[in-house]
C-alpha cells in the first residue's frame, strides 16, 4: 500500500510568482485536505476535496485554490505569492465516511520559500 | 472558535523515564482527536485516533486518554528512548459539518541517552 506522497519536496519562488504543488492521495481515499504549517506552529487548514469538489475552506484567502482529480491526486494552486507564504504546506488523505473524514494520513510535505 | 493549546512548549527529559503530555480543547463538541508525531522538517506520522465516544486508545508504549466534558487529551508515554525525540501535535476534529483538523502547536520532546 502506496502512502501519500508529495511533489516538489522544496520550492524556491520570488514574491509575486505563483506555484503548484501536488499529492498523490493514499490508495482507496476518497478525500484529500492541504494544510499550511508556519515555522514553530501547528498545521493551519486551507481546504478538504471530496470526490473532486471543495466541501471545506479555512481562513485562507482565494488566491489559494486547489483541485482534485478522477484518481484522487491533488494539487494547490497559490498564486501572487507573498513573503508570509513561505511554510511547509502539508496534504492529508483519508477515506471518508459520507463526506466526513476519518483518520488523516499526511505526506512529507513540500517545503516553500518565498524570496 | 476550537482553540487547541499543548503544555509544555518544549520538555526534555533522560531516557527511560515515563512522561505525559499535555492537550487541551475550548469546544468539547467534537468528533475525533488525533495524536501526531513530527520530526523535524518532516510531515506528520498519526500516533493514536480517538473518537468522541472512546475514553482511551493504546498503541505499544502510546497510551491516549480523552476527557471530552473538561476539554483535555493526556499522551503518556512509557520508557522514554531517545528516538522519541520529535514534535508531538495533538488535533481535533470539532462535530457537526467541520471538515478540518485544529492543530496545537505541539510539545517538542528530547529524549537524552
Known amino acids: 500500500e502506496t502512502g501519500v506522497t508529495q511533489s516538489p519536496t522544496h520550492l524556491i519562488k520570488t514574491r509575486g510568482q505563483q506555484v503548484t504543488l501536488r499529492c498523490s492521495s493514499q490508495s482507496g481515499h476518497n478525500t484529500v485536505s492541504w494544510y499550511q504549517q508556519a515555522l514553530g506552529q501547528g498545521p493551519q487548514f486551507i481546504f478538504q476535496y471530496y470526490r473532486e469538489e471543495e466541501n471545506g475552506r479555512g481562513n485562507f484567502p482565494p488566491r489559494f485554490s486547489g483541485l482534485q482529480f478522477p484518481n484522487y491526486s491533488s494539487e494547490l494552486n497559490v498564486n501572487a505569492l507573498e513573503l508570509d507564504d513561505s511554510a511547509l504546506y502539508l496534504c492529508?488523505?483519508?477515506?471518508?465516511?459520507?463526506?466526513?473524514?476519518?483518520?488523516?494520513?499526511f505526506g512529507p510535505g513540500t517545503r516553500l520559500t518565498v524570496l | 472558535k476550537q482553540e487547541v493549546t499543548q503544555i509544555p512548549a518544549a520538555l526534555s527529559v533522560p531516557e527511560g523515564e515515563n512522561l505525559v503530555l499535555n492537550c487541551s480543547f475550548t469546544d468539547s463538541a467534537i468528533y475525533n482527536l488525533q495524536w501526531f508525531r513530527q520530526d523535524p522538517g518532516k510531515g506528520l506520522t498519526s500516533l493514536l485516533l480517538i473518537q468522541s465516544s472512546q475514553r482511551e486508545q493504546t498503541s505499544g508504549r502510546l497510551n491516549a486518554s480523552l476527557d471530552k466534558s473538561s476539554g483535555r487529551s493526556t499522551l503518556y508515554i512509557a520508557a522514554s528512548q531517545p528516538g522519541d525525540s520529535a514534535t508531538y501535535l495533538c488535533?481535533?476534529?470539532?462535530?457537526?459539518?467541520?471538515?478540518?483538523?485544529?492543530f496545537g502547536s505541539g510539545t517538542q520532546l528530547t529524549v537524552l541517552p
Open positions: 488535533a481535533v476534529r470539532r462535530g457537526g459539518s467541520a471538515r478540518q483538523l485544529t
Open positions: 492529508a488523505s483519508s477515506l471518508a465516511s459520507g463526506n466526513f473524514p476519518n483518520e488523516q494520513f
